[in-house]
């Protein structure tokens, strides 16, 4: 988010969002090697679409897959990425999305199918992750939708809620202010807790949530809903104690001390630091 624009909403007394224009970009140029670099990425998540409304799949079906060495292996990808070793996301990550659309597509009911929608959508979230980081948001954008729906249709909210953390960085990373601020809000207020019950990650899922409201909010020229956003995060980073990670979700780690970082980062932000 330029600066400049940040620094004339505040001069203006209006939102950042209002000062952006729609225009007629200007000619990018993209080399071959960026043609190339990702298509086995692209290819897994970006499918084209047939004539009967889904995706061409192989027309044969492989073995039963091992649903909890996938997920282990899924879950070994994701520290890879929280050790940043974004050179390997590249390569490991197409064929684990294919491994788990293959297990969905085994398991095409029952309990299995559950789990192995779950498995495709952490999956999806660290390839939007990685995506999101190295500034390809049209293909992390698909990513991260595709693991919100299978969350959804597997019944686990907390990691559809994970996806959506990832959703709300995208939109910040491009700048739309309005859309991540009202995404974000309005999940944690369909999952907030019950702080006498709430398990660590429940807490931390919500945290999260309220830290990306928070971000979008401070950089929106909205200075007051920010703060109330970073007071209910610390509300949740006070009641778990200290510094939580879970690889395979979305807000990574979480805590009073991630709490506070972002207050200062929002205090940057606004020009006051």
């Given at each position: 988010m330029p600066s400049a624009y940040h620094a004339l909403?505040?001069?203006?007394?209006?939102?950042?969002?209002?000062?952006f224009e729609p225009s007629s970009p200007g000619p990018v140029r993209i080399t071959d090697t960026e043609k190339i670099n990702?298509?086995?990425?692209?290819?897994a998540i970006s499918l084209a679409i047939t004539l009967t409304g889904g995706p061409r799949l192989p027309d044969e079906v492989g073995e039963e897959p091992d649903l909890a060495r996938l997920r282990s292996t899924v879950a070994a990808a994701a520290?890879?990425?929280h050790h940043d070793r974004y050179a390997d996301m590249a390569s490991l990550l197409p064929e684990l999305i294919r491994s788990a659309r293959a297990a969905v597509e085994f398991h095409a009911s029952g309990p299995?199918?559950?789990?192995?929608l779950g498995i495709r959508s952490e999956v999806l979230q660290v390839a939007g992750r990685y995506l999101t980081q190295i500034r390809v948001y049209d293909l992390?954008?698909?990513?991260?939708?595709d693991a919100v729906v299978d969350a959804v249709q597997a019944?686990?909210?907390?990691?559809?809620a994970s996806a959506i953390i990832g959703?709300?960085?995208?939109?910040l990373r491009q700048g739309r202010l309005d859309e991540a601020e009202d995404l974000a809000i309005a999940t944690a207020d369909e999952i907030e807790p019950r702080f006498s019950q709430a398990t660590c990650e429940h807490l931390a899922a919500w945290g999260w949530l309220l830290l990306r409201a928070s971000a979008a909010a401070s950089r929106n020229n909205k200075p007051d809903l920010a703060a109330d956003m970073i007071g209910l995060a610390r509300a949740a980073g006070t009641a778990i104690g200290a510094e939580v990670i879970d690889d395979l979700r979305g807000w990574g780690t979480f805590g009073p001390l991630t709490v506070e970082l972002k207050a200062i980062e929002n205090v940057m932000v606004t020009g006051k630091a």
């Amino acid at each position: 988010m330029p600066s400049a624009y940040h620094a004339l909403a505040r001069a203006l007394d209006v939102r950042t969002s209002e000062l952006f224009e729609p225009s007629s970009p200007g000619p990018v140029r993209i080399t071959d090697t960026e043609k190339i670099n990702l298509m086995s990425l692209r290819q897994a998540i970006s499918l084209a679409i047939t004539l009967t409304g889904g995706p061409r799949l192989p027309d044969e079906v492989g073995e039963e897959p091992d649903l909890a060495r996938l997920r282990s292996t899924v879950a070994a990808a994701a520290r890879a990425y929280h050790h940043d070793r974004y050179a390997d996301m590249a390569s490991l990550l197409p064929e684990l999305i294919r491994s788990a659309r293959a297990a969905v597509e085994f398991h095409a009911s029952g309990p299995e199918h559950a789990q192995a929608l779950g498995i495709r959508s952490e999956v999806l979230q660290v390839a939007g992750r990685y995506l999101t980081q190295i500034r390809v948001y049209d293909l992390a954008h698909m990513a991260l939708r595709d693991a919100v729906v299978d969350a959804v249709q597997a019944g686990d909210r907390l990691n559809a809620a994970s996806a959506i953390i990832g959703q709300a960085w995208i939109l910040l990373r491009q700048g739309r202010l309005d859309e991540a601020e009202d995404l974000a809000i309005a999940t944690a207020d369909e999952i907030e807790p019950r702080f006498s019950q709430a398990t660590c990650e429940h807490l931390a899922a919500w945290g999260w949530l309220l830290l990306r409201a928070s971000a979008a909010a401070s950089r929106n020229n909205k200075p007051d809903l920010a703060a109330d956003m970073i007071g209910l995060a610390r509300a949740a980073g006070t009641a778990i104690g200290a510094e939580v990670i879970d690889d395979l979700r979305g807000w990574g780690t979480f805590g009073p001390l991630t709490v506070e970082l972002k207050a200062i980062e929002n205090v940057m932000v606004t020009g006051k630091a």
